[in-house]
């Protein structure tokens, strides 16, 4: 007897029947092992973005605490000197006014000089501290003022005890 195409396969039937889902099973299986992957792969490449972006912004934090301690070291030691002080003094002090001047803001160095060199009232060790402030902290600087910072000298608590009594 022929077969003809019309004709009913049982055995073509029921290899298809079984083979199919099978053969889908098989194919949904391994795009969502390869979909799990990618997504593994992704988060872990995000982490590690994450993790050195992080890690570069302390890198620079620190740096520009370093520069921050420079700036405050030199004008504590400008503070300092006095036409007795030691050679070495002025030395050191030089030395750190040029380093400022290699990496230092225009604007700030300017102010840094100001105060050096005119120190008073609106030009002076604490109006340069608030320049470097606002560069290192931007919107976060806040509102201090010369006028809300302190510093130290002998005798200070007289000097602020006499002016509290006037």
Known sequence: MEKTTNQFNLKNFLKSYFTMPLITTGLITLLWFLAQAKIERDIEFSVQKEMADYTNN??????????????????????????????????KA????????????????????????????????????????????????GSISPDSMFSHFPNAKKLLDSIKHK
């Open 94 to 141: 030089n030395q750190m006014a040029f380093e400022l001047a290699l990496w230092l803001p225009d604007t700030v160095y300017l102010e840094v000089g100001k105060a050096v060199v005119l120190n008073d009232s609106t030009h002076n060790q604490l109006t340069a501290l608030l320049a470097v402030r606002k560069i290192l902290l931007g919107n976060k600087a």
């Open 58 to 91: 302390l890198q620079k934090e620190a740096e520009l605490r370093t520069r921050a301690e420079k700036i405050a070291e030199y004008l504590a030691l400008y503070t300092t000197l006095k036409p007795s002080s030691p050679t070495e003094d002025y030395k």
